[in-house]
């Protein structure tokens, strides 16, 4: 621990992780380090996201839901101070509050939350201006990563560090392996200096494309030619056997737009796909893993809070070649063309391929719940929280309780002593969303005061107790017992309408005060500021 006490603080995310993709939580990928992460500590089984990358983002930074930090949607300006695209300024950072408290404050990887970069080529990219602020310019001392959504992990095409482009080499790169040597550097600088530190390490991996370590891929050759049927269902038995769900859940059916295995004609390229992405996960534990060490080197892994947790839920995106793959490179920077796309001609995880896995296993990543990343339902906004802090957690537990990301950064200002200002460069920022989980987290009972809520694209959801509406864009609401029920498949509207009536008014009246737009006047505006008919066109 540092000479005045307080704790140094690591924040790790990752990116389109599902919440049966870990091996503690059932898995047959191999994740030792985060594993012996969930051993030792603690793990929130009923963390929440907010479904996509730039509002969980959003969210996890401020404390606030993403629509008052001003990501509603994502980077793109869709005409309201809700929906501006970038970190608002009445919404104040983890790094911006904690810098203020003394903290050196340190990020690595991905940012995603400071504007539109969509269909504009890198070298034309205004970066640093007043709607693409860097992580500098919201309290990070140091950054090293990437500030839009994507990137080719061997062929990055925009990579910054600190204030300026950084380049990187043609031949001997991987961005998982980059961000982390870079982390332990800031660590290492932190703990020569006497300084606490926070550190948000926010991994890339395993969003889309599958690109991996050869070494990593063989490692899963194949693993995968029993196929998502099977898969899906060992997750789920695993799950049952070692205790990790509140209760014994009945697993949600394979999703309809996934085939039987059986009926599968591609069976060996399919399973390639799924091998890489286990081979992201597995290099993306080898990170966590050496920042521990690094820790345990440096003398400070007992007095770190390490927080650990996914963005979103699985990602069932399609990426075609005429579609999200038109705005990315293709060509490596060492001058080769990258074929893009899904195409079972190519062995998938190479540097001149660009894949995604696709629905069927991302079902496979969301078991037991249903659908993905972008809904609302279970399998698009649940992911393990694991958090370890030997020195103050030492009995390991797992907690059941609903949370939500908006409830992390009241956590760190409680444990590191932090108070939230009134105020933050001169700019008056709002009252936190989210709620302290350390008396969950030190074994106490606790449950959270407010109700939990969700917006999407429409897509969008209200959470009070053990009940959650929900509703995807232009259906009908949905309303479930988490408790008896958290795979959603018992509907139980029509069967309890003063309850229904009492969630959708809460609905109703959070998403009025958050700036909620109907989807429908959204969504044109989005598609002129993306250009999306040059993506189906």
């Known amino acids: 621990m540092n000479d005045d ?34 051993r030792g500590g603690v793990v929130l089984s009923a963390m929440y996201n907010c479904a996509r990358c730039c509002p969980t983002r959003a969210s996890l930074l401020t404390g606030l839901y993403p629509h008052r930090a001003g990501i509603g949607h994502m980077g793109a300006d869709l005409g309201t101070p809700a929906y501006q695209g970038f970190l608002r300024n009445d919404a104040g950072t983890i790094a911006e509050i904690l810098r203020l408290e003394g903290y050196r404050t340190l990020m690595s990887g991905k940012w995603h939350v400071g504007g539109d970069f969509m269909a504009r080529e890198a070298d034309s990219w205004r970066v640093g201006d007043l709607d693409h602020p860097t992580p500098r310019q919201r309290g990070f001392d140091r950054f090293y990563g990437i500030i839009d959504g994507v990137t080719h992990f061997f062929s990055p095409h925009f990579i910054m560090e600190d204030d300026s482009r950084a380049e990187v080499s043609p031949s001997d790169y991987y961005f998982t392996d980059a961000i982390t040597d870079k982390a332990i550097g800031m660590m290492e600088e932190s703990v020569a200096d006497d300084k606490p530190f926070f550190l948000y390490l926010a991994h890339a991996a395993p969003h889309w494309p599958l690109h991996a370590h050869e070494e990593d891929i063989a490692r899963y050759e194949g693993a995968y030619l029993s196929g998502w049927d099977a898969v899906r269902t060992a997750r789920h038995e695993e799950m049952l056997a070692r205790g990790v769900l509140q209760h014994k859940w009945d697993i949600s059916p394979r999703d309809e737009g996934a085939p039987a295995w059986s009926d599968v004609k591609l069976a060996e390229w399919e399973a390639s796909r799924m091998a890489v992405y ?42 075609a070649e005429d579609g999200w793959a038109k705005f990315m490179p293709d060509i490596h920077n060492d001058g080769r063309r990258i074929a893009m796309g899904n195409r079972p001609s190519l062995r998938p995880g190479g540097p001149l391929t660009y894949m995604s896995y696709d629905l069927p296993w991302a079902n496979v990543s969301n078991a037991p719940f249903r659908l993905f990343k972008h809904w609302v339902h279970e399998g698009g906004i649940s992911t393990p929280l694991v958090v370890q802090w030997p020195s103050r957690i030492p009995k390991p537990h797992i907690a059941h309780a609903p949370c939500h990301v908006v409830d992390i950064l009241p956590t760190i200002l409680d444990v590191t002593g932090s108070a939230y200002p009134s105020e933050i460069g001169g700019h008056e920022i709002q009252p936190l969303d989210g709620e302290s989980l350390w008396p969950l987290l030190a074994g106490r009972d606790w449950s959270r005061e407010q109700p939990i809520y969700w917006e999407h ?55 009025e005060s958050a700036g909620v737009l109907d989807w429908n006047i959204a969504l044109p505006r989005l598609m002129k500021a993306w250009r999306m008919d040059d993506i189906h066109g």
């Not at 603080?9 to 939580?25: K, R």
């Not at 959603?488 to 008014?505: A, H, M, Q, S």
């Open 5 to 38: 006490g307080r704790p140094n603080v690591v924040l790790i995310l990752v990116d389109d992780m599902g919440f049966a993709d870990l091996g503690f939580m059932g898995s047959e990928i191999r994740t030792p380090n985060i594993d012996a992460m969930a």
């Open 278 to 319: 286990a081979a992201m996960i597995d290099r993306m534990d080898q990170s966590v893993g050496r920042v521990l060490a690094a820790l345990e080197r440096l003398g400070q892994h007992d007095d770190t809070l390490v927080l650990f947790l996914s963005d979103n839920g699985g990602c069932a995106e399609f990426m």
């Open 457 to 511: 694209e429409g897509n969008c959801a209200v959470r009070h107790g053990n009940f959650k509406l929900v509703r995807k864009f232009d259906a009908p609401w949905e309303l479930y017992d988490m408790e008896k029920d958290r795979t959603e498949l018992d509907d139980l509207i029509g069967r309890n309408e003063p309850l229904t009536r009492k969630l959708v008014r809460e609905y109703e009246g959070w998403a």
